[in-house]
């Protein structure tokens, strides 16, 4: 996919959702921490079912710390991976309280020093609340990576530096929601609905351009050289 091709398909992208955002359910920044804490191998929906409740109870490093590991991992017992995550949760809150004054840190080494939480945790932290230029990849991302030709790669840090190379720089902040998103509803894993897809005549996935839709792709497409 050359430097042409990967602006078009992410103006179309900003065209079709101008203001992207997570699907998991938050009101702080803490909310969201724990919310991605939770999201591991798990879907948006079912953190949302647990930390709605939750977050009516406990919202905060302290009250969460104040509830333990055992009402806390009953809380979120319907999550997968509950009773880690329950653990994790309870260490990060500790932490958070002794060294950083209850507040989210702001920095990728700071986050990634916190139970629980990685590389991916802390860039769709440091994006989606700190508006940070950065790019979490999880599976969604890496599929469309991978099938467009964006930004093949054969792990995710490999496909994370490559887009991080490949995107333009305007559309750098919210690439992450766009793609997490094409991926979850349009360039699904097992049938992609390549006639419902935007950017279907971007795409090396070439066995499915035949199901592209003209009218739909008209309907996006910018002018691309005078932007």
Not at 157 to 163: F, G, H, N, Q, Y
Request: aromatic share 6%; charged share 25%; with cysteine.
């Amino acid at each position: 996919m050359n430097r042409h091709t990967r602006k078009e398909m992410f103006a179309r992208l900003a065209r079709q959702r101008p203001n992207p955002t997570t699907e998991l359910h938050y009101n702080s920044a803490f909310e969201l921490l724990i919310a991605v804490i939770l999201s591991a191998q798990a879907t948006d929906e079912s953190v949302n079912k647990a930390t709605g409740p939750l977050f009516r109870q406990a919202n905060t490093p302290k009250t969460i710390l104040a509830m333990g590991e055992e009402k806390l991992a009953d809380a979120i017992k319907t999550i997968g991976l509950y009773r880690n995550k329950a653990r994790n949760v309870i260490a990060t809150c500790k932490k958070l309280i002794e060294e950083h004054d209850s507040q989210v840190p702001q920095t990728r080494a700071e986050l990634e020093d916190l139970p629980g939480v990685g590389r991916k945790t802390a860039n769709v932290v440091l994006n989606t609340i700190f508006r940070q230029p950065v790019m979490a990849v999880d599976t969604h991302i890496f599929r469309v990576s991978n099938r467009t030709g964006l930004a093949p790669g054969k792990t995710v840090r490999a496909v994370e530096d490559k887009l991080m190379k490949n995107i333009p720089a305007r559309f750098k902040l919210n690439a992450h929601h766009w793609l997490i998103l094409h991926g979850r509803y349009v360039c699904k894993a097992r049938k992609p609905t390549c006639d419902a897809c935007i950017i279907c005549d971007l795409c090396d996935f070439r066995e499915k351009t035949a199901e592209c839709s003209p009218e739909l792709i008209a309907q996006y497409a910018t002018e691309n050289e005078k932007t």
